[in-house]
């Protein structure tokens, strides 16, 4: 049982950079997908990047592409999604996923394992 914990969210003006972390239980995470969602109040859970951790193919949602950027240190089992210009829009929880899987997946049914979220607030 693999067990994913992100950190990092918090409360930042528009315009503003987060990072947040998944961190994975897992030995190795070096063959899975490992994926970013979010969810907003009254909307449902969406897809926002993900990425191949073992050949580090990637690919975001296209409401933040050029603004997010997943990334990974297989040494230290950690995802990273690094946010930049960020606006109200943005504002959700944030949920790490991964998958013992080589294709990269967009819906969340595809994600067998989730963290408990981490929130990202953005003022205007």
């Known amino acids: 049982q693999m067990r994913l914990e992100e950190s990092g969210g918090g409360l930042v003006q528009a315009g503003g950079s987060l990072r947040l972390s998944c961190t994975a239980s897992?030995?190795?995470?070096?063959?899975?997908?490992m994926g970013w969602f979010r969810q907003a109040p009254g909307k449902d859970r969406e897809f926002v990047a993900a990425?191949?951790?073992?050949?580090?193919?990637?690919f975001y949602a296209a409401s933040v592409k050029a603004r997010f950027t997943i990334s990974r240190d297989n040494s230290k089992n950690t995802v990273y999604l690094q946010m930049n210009t960020l606006n109200p829009e943005d504002t959700a929880v944030y949920y790490c996923?991964?998958?013992?899987?080589?294709?990269?997946?967009?819906?969340?049914?595809?994600?067998?394992?989730w963290g408990q979220g981490t929130q990202v607030t953005v003022s205007s």
């Open positions: 996923a991964g998958d013992p899987r080589e294709l990269i997946a967009t819906r969340a049914d595809d994600y067998d394992y």
């Open positions: 990425m191949n951790t073992n050949i580090g193919s990637t």
């Open positions: 897992a030995r190795n995470l070096s063959r899975w997908v």
